[in-house]
């Protein structure tokens, strides 16, 4: 029973690239979460989504990222012309239902623009 | 939006030693959860408890959910037990898990 994967572990960008941050959620699990660790600070929440839609954006910067969850495959969480602020640990996590269940978390993202 | 916060903010423990590790919240909730950021990074679920008591070896937590409190008591402590402690809580009205600055513990051999 695999827990919540995310993919690359490590990601180095330099300033101006896309990064793509890729997260499965635990089997049977249709809600997904995303949230950003900076250095030295605790989680932030950005965005939660359930199969093909966006529920929750309020924590998400307007500008640059985005998220989708499509009915086949990973959450993709896309960050486009990243700068040196976007260096964080992403973290995803998912959840049976909503309202009052368990969030499992995956191992994070760390990325690193240069 | 509810404010989460913990004490203290830094620990040091020699091994073998108890502690307890508070978080207040400032609103009615319907999930905590408390969790452990080990040194690589990776955070670890200890507990789902957002009201009553649990136990789980040396560890066991209780929430007060009526006074917006939960403690998190780490009994005869090992150096693996380092890292940083979260206390994480989510509202009725709310979809996420709002979390606390966490709790940094060292524990010295």
């Known amino acids: 029973n695999a827990g919540v994967m995310q993919n690359p572990r490590h990601l180095v960008r330099r300033r101006g690239q896309e990064a793509r941050l890729r997260c499965s959620p635990m089997k049977g699990h249709s809600h997904v979460y995303w949230y950003r660790q900076l250095p030295e600070e605790g989680l932030k929440f950005m965005v939660y989504l359930q199969k093909e839609n966006i529920i929750d954006e309020s924590g998400m910067p307007k500008e640059r990222f985005s998220a989708e969850f499509p009915k086949e495959g990973p959450s993709i969480l896309r960050i486009q012309q990243v700068v040196r602020g976007d260096s964080a640990a992403y973290f995803c996590?998912?959840?049976?239902?909503?309202?009052?269940?368990?969030?499992?978390f995956g191992p994070g993202t760390r990325l690193t623009v240069l | 939006g509810i404010q989460v916060e913990q004490s203290p903010p830094d620990l040091i423990l020699q091994e073998g030693a108890n502690s307890t590790l508070r978080c207040n919240f400032s609103d009615s909730v319907n999930n905590l959860q408390w969790f452990h950021q080990n040194p690589w990074g990776q955070l670890i679920n200890l507990f789902y408890?957002?009201?009553g008591t649990k136990q789980n070896g040396r560890l066991s937590a209780t929430t007060v959910a009526t006074e917006r409190y939960s403690l998190l008591y780490i009994s005869s402590s090992q150096t693996t037990d380092s890292g940083v402690y979260f206390c994480a809580v989510r509202t009725n009205a709310g979809n996420m898990l709002t979390f606390g600055g966490g709790t940094r513990l060292m524990v010295k051999p």
């Open positions: 408890i957002p009201s």
């Open positions: 996590a998912s959840s049976l239902d909503r309202s009052t269940d368990t969030q499992y």
